[in-house]
């Protein structure tokens, strides 16, 4: 167990939905990290939070956008799905901003977009 | 565009065999490689290198960066069925600064009793 919580497990939605995925870092750490797996594309980093504050982007969607809230828990928020958005999506976290601190990965979120 | 190359895809050998697994990279500003293993959930963190020739040991698991010629090999020893899983290999930064992760496809590694 990483200490990093990721709510929910899984979600089934249609395409055109909007979903909202959580996470809380594990205590102490205050960057977030939001990451895409899929079966084609591999693990994908999408977004870096610090503190509250966007960090870094990756490869995300103008369709996907993400935040940080002053409890340290991000949400990542999925819009006008669509079949291709089917993925584990991933929360990590870190003490720091810099890569010399691992990334301690959360259990992940299964979507399903039907 | 950072690049992570793992080989091979996938490898099923048996009980006790010693396997390499390789990640050849290109990134433009490198300043770590990690492993991680993922069975069927998070990935769950084996090493990080920064320099050039040391070794890292864990156990049976080992594993060694070369930043000359941009790869990195895990060695893992006397391998057991709990080995089985995918192992990952990631690079950082992402590139524009990011300090996200690039990671390869992995290695789907298949270890028979």
């Known amino acids: 167990d990483s200490g990093v919580t990721q709510t929910p497990k899984h979600l089934i939605t249609a395409t055109g939905q909007r979903v909202t995925l959580r996470c809380s870092p594990r205590?102490?750490?205050?960057?977030v990290y939001w990451y895409q797996q899929s079966l084609d594309q591999g693990l994908q980093f999408l977004i870096q939070?610090?503190?509250?504050?966007?960090?870094a982007k990756g490869n995300i969607l103008e369709r996907f956008s993400a935040q940080q809230f002053p409890d340290l828990h991000s949400e990542l928020n999925l819009s006008s799905l669509e079949l291709g958005d089917s993925a584990l999506y991933f929360c990590?976290?870190?003490?720091?901003?810099?890569?010399?601190?691992?990334?301690?990965f959360g259990p992940g979120t299964r979507l399903l977009v039907l | 565009e950072d690049k992570v190359v793992q080989s091979p895809l996938s490898l099923v050998v048996h009980e006790g065999d010693t396997v390499t697994l390789n990640c050849s990279y290109e990134?433009?500003?490198?300043?770590?490689l990690l492993w991680y293993k993922q069975e069927k959930k998070a990935p769950t963190f084996l090493f990080m290198l920064t320099s050039s020739g040391i070794e890292k040991k864990s156990g049976r698991l080992s594993s060694i960066l070369d930043k000359k010629e941009l790869f990195s090999i895990l060695n893992i020893t006397a391998t057991q069925t709990g080995d089985s899983a995918v192992y990952l290999c990631a690079v950082g930064p992402s590139g524009g600064g990011a300090d996200g992760l690039t990671f390869g496809k992995g290695t789907h590694l298949i270890i028979q009793p």
């Open positions: 205590s102490g750490d205050l960057s």
């Open positions: 939070y610090y503190n509250g504050e966007e960090r």
């Open positions: 990134v433009t500003n490198f300043r770590s």
């Open positions: 990590a976290s870190s003490v720091g901003t810099r890569l010399q601190e691992t990334q301690y």
